[in-house]
């Protein structure tokens, strides 16, 4: 019995390591939408380059064009009033350009941007 809940907890524990949260913040720096095709990218948000986040004018990855709409406008209050923004990851990445590079659509982001005061 002891040695079941030993193999249990170290399951437990390594599926909690492969999906662990983290965030990113920043300075916004640069937000566009790229004419073709709707998709919302930014230059820089903290250590980000060029994320993929959304589209505006179509759903994408279980986000809503209309939820789209709403993380650019904060973005773009972000970037006007150069407050920082915080997003909020569960992937077994980090907020490095290895683990989420350039131009590529942004993964394992499930909240946020919040404005950092």
Same mark, same amino acid.
């Given at each position: 019995m002891g040695l079941r809940k030993l193999?249990?907890?170290c399951l437990l524990l390594l599926s909690f390591e492969a999906s662990a949260a983290y965030t990113c913040h920043g300075l916004v720096k640069g937000l566009s939408i790229e004419a073709r095709t709707g998709d919302v990218l930014v230059e820089r948000i903290g250590p980000l =380059?060029?994320?993929?986040?959304?589209?505006?004018?179509?759903?994408h990855e279980g986000?809503?064009?209309e939820a789209c709409r709403t993380v650019y406008s904060t973005l773009m209050t972000a970037q006007v009033s =150069?407050?920082?923004v915080t997003l909020w990851f569960n992937d077994n990445k980090?907020?490095?350009?290895?683990?989420?590079a350039p131009? =590529?659509?942004l993964t394992?982001?499930?909240?946020g941007p919040r404005l950092v005061d």
């Open positions: 193999v249990l907890s =380059q060029w994320p993929r986040l959304c589209k505006v004018d179509g759903e986000i809503s064009a =150069q407050k920082s980090d907020c490095s350009a290895a683990s989420h131009w =590529q659509w394992g982001w499930y909240f």
